[in-house]
Nanobody
């Protein structure tokens, strides 16, 4: 069972990136998938979540700029990030679990985690 996060990189303020979270060893469609991020010196925080039934949730910081989606045929979840800001700089992680929707941002409710991909937004 493995999750592989990719797509991070260096981008200027206002730019875009698309992160991917690919699963192997299990069906991603059977789980809710959360994207979390952790900036240096800060706690890990939830960014977005997509339920196995395609309902989506966003942190206030991500609303209107980020879009989460899933392609079950490719066993992959995406996070499209637009209008990036320097404060979006962090290591981004994807995670699979079955949290209740009202607690999607609680990292301890997830079973599997990817290794993280670094997003750096320059000013």
């Amino acid at each position: 069972v493995q999750l592989q996060a990719s797509g991070g990189g260096l981008v200027q303020t206002g730019g875009s990136l698309r992160l991917s979270c690919a699963a192997s060893g299990f069906r991603l469609g059977d789980y809710g998938i959360g994207w979390f991020r952790q900036a240096p010196g800060r706690e890990r925080e939830g960014v977005s979540y997509i339920r196995s039934g395609h309902g989506t949730y966003y942190a206030d910081s991500a609303k209107g700029r980020f879009t989460i989606s899933r392609d079950n045929a490719k066993n992959t979840v995406y996070l499209q990030m637009n209008s990036l800001k320097p404060e979006d700089t962090a290591v981004y992680y994807c995670a699979a679990g079955r949290p209740i929707a009202s607690a999607w941002f609680t990292s301890s409710l997830y079973y599997y985690w990817g290794q993280g991909t670094l997003v750096t937004v320059s000013s």
